[in-house]
């Protein structure tokens, strides 16, 4: 009800002073812009284009952070090894690996993908790490007992006794793939929801800018609330059976 309220006092005040920019658009300006984009296809183009690179370099790099994570948190010696090289390496900001990654793959889906997939890695990597440290000792030991392997291990008691913290970790990651996605095609990337963004701002066209940022953000609350349904579905079973 509140940002309804906050929408028709912006329309009533923007009619009101008779204020002209051109960086300002009337809620209903907004509105009737984005209707048309939707009605004509450019806006579920777009936004198809920004979800199948956030989700394949989504599930590249989660897929991969997720694997270093389960080594790192299970091999105290690995761990140590690859401090240096994480701590490095996860700092770097991945709009500064653009120049580096359109001289590699060029303009277009692969270099979006493959910096989405870089950024999605470390969270990964290092909650899946962390979520491997805190199984219960015991189990470990039980395993050892049974005389499981390293990979029964991993698959029989370390994943299902950590696979809450790492979903966890999973939804950190699919709100950093659409963020990294956005501002990939925003800086560079003549695709998706960040091109059109910066096209229609390019040629004055505000309300269908401001359009194009409200379904953005209706999109990453609508992946976040889905991803949190998911994870009370099935995860919550196990707090009660726990409580």
Known sequence: MLPLLALLLAEMLLRASGLQSEGVARPSEILVAGWDSLREGH???????????????????????????????????LARLAAVSVELLRNMPPVALIPIAILVFGFGF??????????????M???????????????????????????????????????ARIFVAFRLAAGIALIVAVTTEVAENPLGLGHRMMIAQQELRVA?????????????????AGLLALQQRLFAPLRGGRG
């Open 110 to 123: 692969r270099m979006e993908i493959a910096l989405v997939a870089f950024t999605c890695f470390w969270p």
């Open 208 to 224: 269908e800018m401001y359009a194009a940022l409200a379904w953005l953000a209706a999109i990453g609350w609508a992946l976040n």
């Open 43 to 77: 806006l579920l183009r777009a936004t198809a284009q920004t979800l199948a690179c956030a989700l394949a370099g989504l599930l590249l790099g989660g897929g991969a952070g997720l694997l270093g994570g389960l080594a790192l948190g299970l091999s105290a010696g």
């Open 125 to 163: 990597l290092l909650l899946a790490r962390d979520a491997v440290r805190g199984v219960d000792v015991r189990l470990l030991e039980v395993a050892r007992v049974l005389g499981l392997s390293e990979r029964d291990t991993a698959l029989k008691i370390v994943l299902p006794a950590a696979s």
